[in-house]
Each structure stands twice: as C-alpha cells, then as structure tokens.
C-alpha cells in the first residue's frame, strides 16, 4: 500500500507511467520535461532502425535521473531531405541522382522520414501542451543530425520560449565534435552494443578485411559527411563499425548526459529573467557554427 500517493521514486521519470500528483511532484521537484526523438531511419545492415531514436532517450532518460524531470515516450519522428548535388557525390553517387537523406537506391529499405512541416507541428504541439501542464523548461532531446531537421527543431526551441515564463532548449544526443559524427560508424555502433546489445549484428557486414562501402550499405564516417570521402568510398578503418568498443558507448552517454545537463542547468539559471537571450540555450555548444557545416551527420 502506497504512504503517500504524491511520492515519487527516484527512479520513476518515465511520464506516461506517473500519475497526476506524481506528475506535480516531479515538476515542484524541478520544473523540467524532457522530449526525446529521432526517425526510424535506415542505419546500416547491422543496426535496428531506431538508433537515433533510442539513442535520444536513454540520453534523456540518464539526464532525467541525474538531475532530475520527466521524459515522454520517445517520439519515432524527424526529417530529412533532398540531398544537394555535391554531397551526393560525396557519397559516391553521380550529381544527378535523387537521394532524400539516407535512403540510398540499392538499400534493402527507405526510412520512415516525415515531412517538416507535419514534424514541427507535432513537436510545437507537445511543447505547448507541457508549457500548459507549467513546465518551465522543455527539452527537446535529439537524435538525429540532419539540416533541415536541426533547424526546425531550433525554430520550435526559440519561438515558443517565453522569457520569464517558459524556456525551450534543443539539445543534441551526440556529439558535434569535427570529423567524429558520421553515420551507423564505429561510434553509433558501441553506444548501441553498450544499451541494446541483442539489436546489434555485425556478422551482417562483409567479412574484415574487406572494405565497407558507402553506397552498398549506407554507413559513412564522419569526415566523408563532412564532404571528405575516401577515394574509394569506403568506411575509413578508425570508423570502421566492426571495431566498435562498448566502453565508447559508454562514455557516449557520459558526454551526452553531460551537454544535456549543461543546457538544462543554463535554462533554469535564465528563464525567469525577461530579458533572457533567447539563443542562449543554442549557443552554449558551438550549435550555429556546426550547423553552418555542409555536414549530415548521426
Ligand atoms: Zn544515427
């Protein structure tokens, strides 16, 4: 039997499993919500499809239980799109081939990709529906590195932010370090081995030492999303996802939980000031410069 119907356990952050009064006394506790997200996007023969996703929750989750808030179910959401002449060459492919993001034409699948209009007004609606319940920080948690996707989600940040009332953060699961962020790699493939290992099959790659190729299996290291391919488009061997380490995984969800909790403790240092910057949250880790980068990367 229950003591006190408004108690709730410190390990219990899940949203959709607390009940009102729970709901109340996390947000007295610390006035935060967190929205993770990500697409169900193609991520390499040897990864499930909700890498970014998945990645964007436990990163929410972690943060949730170190410093306090409640999460929402992970929403399986996000955008993508054409790809411009020169980083489909990057990839590979010749300038004129239609590629929306990862859906490459030899892959065994097209990813579950939403329109941005439809996506922002989804995210817009549950952030205002969160500023109603009196949260005062809303953290959009997430996985996914595309251009357009990362835009809209700064947009839906800095518009519904009321300074003094509400502040809305964006906040990346992975890292924007130059030359680390590429796609289903070496780094994407440890966090996965590290928290869903039976989801993970290397055996599905060719056979080491055999090259990886971009364009046969949709996996490329960071520098060849930031325009740097290797000459045969293929997996450079310090990205390579058959050396993935778990122990880099690991320290994956350290960092993340590290950044998200910086932007957090930032937005409860500021929203009750009028004045507040809105972009404050933005800039606090170098978010505008990455996303000037002609790079698509996680
Ligand atoms: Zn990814």
Request: aromatic residues 8%.
């Amino acid at each position: 039997m229950s003591t006190n119907p408004g108690q709730v356990t410190l390990s219990e952050v899940r949203y959709e499993l607390l009940r009102p009064q729970q709901i109340i006394a996390a947000r007295e506790k610390l006035p935060v919500a967190y929205i993770p997200l990500g697409p169900m996007e193609w991520h390499g023969p040897h990864l499930p499809f909700g890498v970014d996703m998945l990645h964007a929750y436990t990163v929410a989750l972690e943060t949730a239980r170190s410093i306090g808030g409640v999460v929402l179910p992970p929403l399986p959401l996000g955008t993508e799109s054409v790809l411009e002449p020169d980083r489909v060459m990057h990839r590979g492919f010749t300038s004129h081939e239609r590629i929306e993001g990862m859906d490459f034409p030899d892959l065994a699948l097209p990813s579950l990709y939403i329109v941005e209009s439809s996506f922002m007004t989804i995210v817009r609606e549950l952030v205002r529906g969160l500023k109603r319940q009196m949260f005062r920080i809303i953290v959009i948690v997430n996985g996914h590195g595309a251009k357009y996707h990362m835009t809209g989600l700064m947009r839906v940040a800095v518009e519904e932010s009321e300074p003094g009332k509400h502040a809305v953060v964006h906040a990346l699961a992975f890292d924007i370090t130059p030359g680390k962020g590429g796609h289903a790699e070496r780094y994407e493939t440890g966090f996965m081995q590290a928290y869903f290992p039976n989801t993970v099959d290397l055996y599905s790659l060719p056979e080491l030492p055999l090259p990886i190729k971009n364009m046969e299996t949709g996996i490329l290291d960071g520098p060849t999303c930031e325009g740097r391919p290797t000459p045969d488009f293929t997996v450079r061997s310090e990205q390579d996802p058959r050396f993935a380490k778990v122990e880099e995984g690991h320290q994956d969800l350290a960092n993340g939980v590290e950044r998200v909790s910086k932007q957090v403790k930032e937005a409860m240092r500021t929203w009750q000031d009028p004045k507040a910057n809105l972009w404050a949250p933005v800039r606090v880790l170098g978010f505008e410069s990455y996303i000037q980068q002609p790079s698509e990367v996680d």
